[in-house]
Structures are given as structure tokens and as C-alpha cells.
């Protein structure tokens, strides 16, 4: 643990179910940060939580956070038709930002937000908590030292049951709702990252609930360096299949990831390969938002380098903008 270094101040935009375990537990567990503010367009609500919570600053408005300064960080955990306005606004107002999965409502926005914090100097990170937990990063190393040889396939699953509850905002397309978008970015990120490379979607389907809304959806890809990958997300998973794994085949062997999202609440990474090791389950630990908020720190601190966020978070929406397009829905926040 580092003896000395600045505090970094944590402000939060939206007193959102994912923000205790998203920032505030990690911030209250890692020497050198803190929350300091909360803001919700309902002040009382703002309240209630910073008390909650033990955070000294509460808003009823996201405008009064950002323009503060003494904040540092800004996590955006507002649904995600909001994150350009205000991760924008905040960047402009000097602040680096934290913006919960997905990073907008579709490529354009996310473009605008990258541009924002290239024109400010400041980080704009997008919030693929699993990739910075060395599990994954276990993952990647042996794929890169050919422990499976050349990647012929990619296979990325994430099934949850999120049920269409009063207020849910995954149930609604205005504020960026659907399953790929929740869910399926995820997988995205999974399989652009494992394949280093852009992919050509090839075909998708989706079934809806209401109208433009992805309860699932499956699509198919494919890579200029070689690989094809397909895509699987559910938030109501008809066979009541709960999967989160990720399937890598080479010309070599096997890699699988059962649950890499959140491989602190258990999980195994698996090789078949001519060196097979033993798998490795991991369970318990610190988790991946810790690691999350670790890896931030140390970016904003100059000690390394961004691995989620500017171009690659742009190249997650455009991936995801053209899997709507080609299972005949539109991307969020667009008129086509």
C-alpha cells in the first residue's frame, strides 16, 4: 500500500441500486479516496442516501456536483440516455469521469464524450469493472502466450432475470433500456478485448417485450484477423438459463470463463489445451470494484495507462448500434 499520495474526492451523479457496491464501498476500503458528494434530482432522495451512507455533501441536482471544486472524480450512474449531457458537463468543469456500462446511448454520443475529454485533458473511463480483476487478466496472458494457439471462435453468454418492475429502466428504450445494452456490453467487451479487433456484425435477432426493447437478443460476427464470435444475452432468459461464461476456441484448445463479470462471488477459467493447467477458481477477495477503482487511481495519478474508455469505448457502442441495425431495431437515442 502507497504511504503518500492525494486524496481523491469522489462526486456521484444518481443515487443509483449500483452505487454502494459500484464506488462507495470500494472508496471507503481504499486509502486515497472518499465520497464526498451525492446529487439526485430528488433532493430528499440525495439525502436520504449520503445519510445512508455517511457522505457529506448531498444535491438535488446534478449541476450543483459537477461545477464543485472539490471534487476530482465524478461516477456517472445515471441511465444512459443521461451520460453524455452530464459526463460532458462534468469534464468540462475539469472533472476526470467514472461512467457506469454502458458508456452511451450509441457510438455518436460516446464520439462526443471522448472528444470532450481529449479536449479537456481529463479521463473518461467506462465502467468494465471485470476487466481490471486479475482473473481476466490471467485469461488474456495465456490466450497471448498461445496456450490455445491462433483463435479461431469467440462464444460470449450473459443471461440474468431482471424482471419489468415499475421504474426499471431497462424496460425503457428512451432512457437506453434493453438487454444488450445492460447485458451484451458486456459481452462485447469480452470478445473485442479477447480478439483485439473490430468486428463486422454478420446477422442478429432480438425478441421484444414493448416495443424497440431487447428482452434477448443473439448476434453474429466476424473479425478481420480471423475469428468469428457470437454474442447471447437474456434479462428474461426463457429457459431460466442464468449464464455468464465466455468460450474461446483455438486451433489448440478450449479457454472458458464461467462468470467473468463478477468472478469475487466465484468463478473458474478453465484451459484445454496441449499444457492444460489446473483450473483456477476464484471465489471471494476484493472485487472487481475495487480493482476498478484501484486501476482509475492509478491512471489519474500517472502511474498507468487507461484500459477501458476513448476509442474503445466508442468502438463498444458502434458494435452495439450495428447489432440493433441488423436485428432490425434502432440504436438508442437515434431516429433510424
Not at 486509502?31 to 451525492?38: D, F, Q, R, Y
Not at 456536483?65 to 450512474?77: F, G, K, P, S
Not at 452511451?104 to 479536449?119: H, K, S, Y
Request: proline share 6%.
Amino acid at each position: 500500500m502507497r504511504d503518500c499520495h492525494p486524496m481523491i474526492r469522489i462526486g456521484i451523479l444518481g443515487a443509483a441500486r449500483i452505487a454502494p457496491r459500484g464506488i462507495v464501498t470500494p472508496a471507503n476500503e481504499t486509502l486515497g479516496a472518499e465520497v464526498t458528494a451525492i446529487a439526485s434530482r430528488d433532493l430528499e432522495r440525495a439525502r436520504d442516501f449520503a445519510a445512508q451512507h455517511s457522505i457529506p455533501m448531498a444535491f438535488g441536482s446534478y449541476a450543483e456536483l459537477v461545477v464543485r471544486d472539490d471534487i476530482d472524480l465524478v461516477y456517472c450512474a445515471l441511465p444512459p440516455s443521461a451520460h453524455l449531457e452530464w459526463c460532458v458537463a462534468a469534464l468540462e468543469s475539469g472533472k476526470h469521469v467514472l461512467v457506469e456500462k454502458p458508456f452511451a446511448n450509441n457510438a455518436q454520443d460516446a464520439a462526443e464524450i471522448v472528444a470532450a475529454a481529449r479536449a479537456t485533458g481529463r479521463y473518461a473511463f467506462e465502467g468494465f469493472h471485470y476487466r481490471f480483476h486479475p482473473l481476466f487478466e490471467r485469461a488474456l496472458a495465456a490466450i497471448r502466450g498461445g496456450a490455445i494457439g491462433r483463435i479461431n471462435r469467440i462464444e460470449a453468454t450473459f443471461n440474468a432475470d431482471l424482471p419489468d418492475s415499475p421504474g426499471e429502466l431497462r424496460y425503457v428504450e428512451a432512457l437506453g433500456g434493453g438487454a444488450l445494452m445492460d447485458l451484451g456490453c458486456y459481452c462485447m467487451h469480452w470478445i473485442r478485448t479477447i480478439a483485439g479487433d473490430e468486428p463486422t456484425i454478420t446477422s442478429a435477432n432480438a425478441r421484444c417485450g414493448s416495443p424497440g426493447v431487447d428482452l434477448d437478443i443473439e448476434a453474429q460476427m466476424a473479425f478481420t484477423s480471423g475469428p468469428t464470435a457470437t454474442l447471447k444475452c437474456s434479462m428474461q432468459p426463457q429457459d431460466g438459463s442464468l449464464y455468464r461464461r465466455l468460450r474461446v476456441h483455438g486451433d489448440q484448445g478450449i479457454l472458458e470463463i464461467e462468470n467473468p463479470v463478477s468472478p469475487h462471488s466465484g468463478a473458474t477459467l478453465s484451459i484445454e489445451g496441449p499444457n492444460s493447467p489446473m483450473p483456477q477458481i476464484v471465489s471471494g477477495g476484493d472485487t472487481t470494484f475495487h480493482y476498478q477503482l484501484r486501476h482509475v487511481m492509478e491512471v489519474l495519478e500517472g502511474r498507468a495507462q487507461p484500459l477501458t474508455g476513448g476509442d474503445d469505448a466508442i468502438g463498444n457502442m458502434r458494435a452495439i448500434d450495428a447489432i440493433y441495425r441488423a436485428a432490425g431495431l434502432r440504436p438508442r437515442g437515434l431516429a433510424d
